[in-house]
C-alpha cells in the first residue's frame, strides 16, 4: 500500500474523471442518476468519500496506510450518501415552498434584469445552501464522526458502547473546527455553487464535494490522533 498507494488514489481518480468526462459513460451517469438517485447517491459517496479518508491519512501519516474498517467505512459513506440525496431535494423544495408563501423572497419577475435574475437565483441558491447546512450538516457530521470511531474501534478489537464512544471524541473542537470553520467558510459557499448549477450537472459537483467532505473529517479525526 505504502509504495502504489499514490499511484493508485492517483489512477482511480483519473478513472472516474474519465467516466464522467467521456460522452457515452457521462450520459449513462446522468441517465442513471436520473432513474436511480439513492443507488448512484451510495455509489458516489461510498467511493469518493472514502477516497478522501486514505488521501487524510497520507498527509497526516507522510504515507499511505490501509484505513481500518474499509467496507463498513464504504457503507456508511453510502448510506451517509442517500441521505444527502435526500436533503438535497428537501431543502431545496422547501426555500421554494417558503418563497411561494412570500416568507422568504427567492424570486424575480418576468420584466427583470439578467443581472437581478441572476442575483435572485443567486440569493436562492445561497438559502437553500445556509439552511442545509446550519440544521442538516451538524447533525449529518456528528453522525459520520460516531459511526467513524465506533469501526475504528470494533477493528481494533474492542467492543465499545455509545457513552465509551461519546466520551472519546473531543466535541469541543468538532463544534469549533468543523460547526464552525468549515461549514461557514467552505460548505455554505461550496453547497452555493451547487444549487446554482443545472440538475445534471450538481451530481458531477457534489461527487466531487464528497472527497473533500471524507478529507475534512477524517483529517480532524486524525489529527487529534
Given at each position: 500500500?505504502?509504495?502504489y498507494g499514490t499511484?493508485?488514489?492517483?489512477g482511480l481518480?483519473?478513472?472516474v474523471?474519465a467516466?464522467?468526462?467521456f460522452?457515452p459513460?457521462?450520459s449513462?451517469?446522468i441517465?442513471t442518476?436520473?432513474r436511480h438517485?439513492f443507488l ?7 467511493i469518493?468519500?472514502i477516497?478522501?479518508?486514505?488521501l487524510a491519512?497520507r ?5 499511505w ?6 467496507l ?7 448510506i ?6 435526500l436533503m438535497f431535494?428537501i431543502?431545496?423544495n422547501?426555500v421554494?415552498g417558503?418563497g411561494a408563501?412570500g416568507l422568504i423572497?427567492t424570486?424575480?419577475g418576468?420584466?427583470?434584469s ?5 442575483l435572485?437565483k443567486?440569493?436562492?441558491?445561497f438559502?437553500i445552501?445556509?439552511?442545509?447546512n446550519l440544521?442538516f450538516?451538524?447533525?449529518f457530521?456528528?453522525s459520520h ?14 467492543k465499545?458502547?455509545i ?5 472519546v471524541?473531543?466535541?469541543?473542537r468538532?463544534?469549533k473546527e468543523?460547526?464552525?470553520?468549515t461549514?461557514p ?7 452555493t ?7 445534471q450537472?450538481k ?5 466531487s464535494?464528497s472527497?473533500v467532505?471524507?478529507l ?7 489529527r487529534?490522533?
Amino acid at each position: 500500500m505504502s509504495k502504489y498507494g499514490t499511484i493508485i488514489w492517483i489512477g482511480l481518480l483519473a478513472l472516474v474523471a474519465a467516466f464522467l468526462i467521456f460522452p457515452p459513460t457521462h450520459s449513462l451517469f446522468i441517465e442513471t442518476t436520473a432513474r436511480h438517485p439513492f443507488l448512484m447517491g451510495f455509489v458516489k459517496f461510498a467511493i469518493l468519500s472514502i477516497m478522501g479518508e486514505f488521501l487524510a491519512a497520507r498527509l497526516i501519516h507522510k504515507r499511505w496506510i490501509m484505513v481500518k474498517g474499509v467496507l463498513p467505512k464504504m457503507f456508511v459513506w453510502g448510506i451517509l450518501g442517500m441521505m444527502i440525496v435526500l436533503m438535497f431535494s428537501i431543502f431545496a423544495n422547501g426555500v421554494d415552498g417558503a418563497g411561494a408563501q412570500g416568507l422568504i423572497c427567492t424570486g424575480c419577475g418576468d420584466s427583470c434584469s439578467t443581472t437581478v435574475v441572476f442575483l435572485a437565483k443567486l440569493r436562492r441558491a445561497f438559502l437553500i445552501s445556509a439552511i442545509m447546512n446550519l440544521t442538516f450538516a451538524p447533525v449529518f457530521m456528528a453522525s459520520h464522526r460516531i459511526t467513524d470511531v465506533y469501526i475504528d474501534k470494533r477493528f481494533s478489537g474492542e467492543k465499545p458502547d455509545i457513552s465509551q464512544i461519546i466520551s472519546v471524541i473531543d466535541w469541543p473542537r468538532f463544534i469549533k473546527e468543523i460547526v464552525g470553520v468549515t461549514i461557514p467558510l467552505f460548505w455554505i459557499p461550496a453547497h452555493t455553487i451547487t444549487f446554482l448549477l443545472p440538475d445534471q450537472y450538481k451530481v458531477l459537483f457534489a461527487a466531487s464535494l464528497s472527497i473533500v467532505l471524507g478529507l475534512i473529517l477524517s483529517f480532524a479525526k486524525m489529527r487529534k490522533a
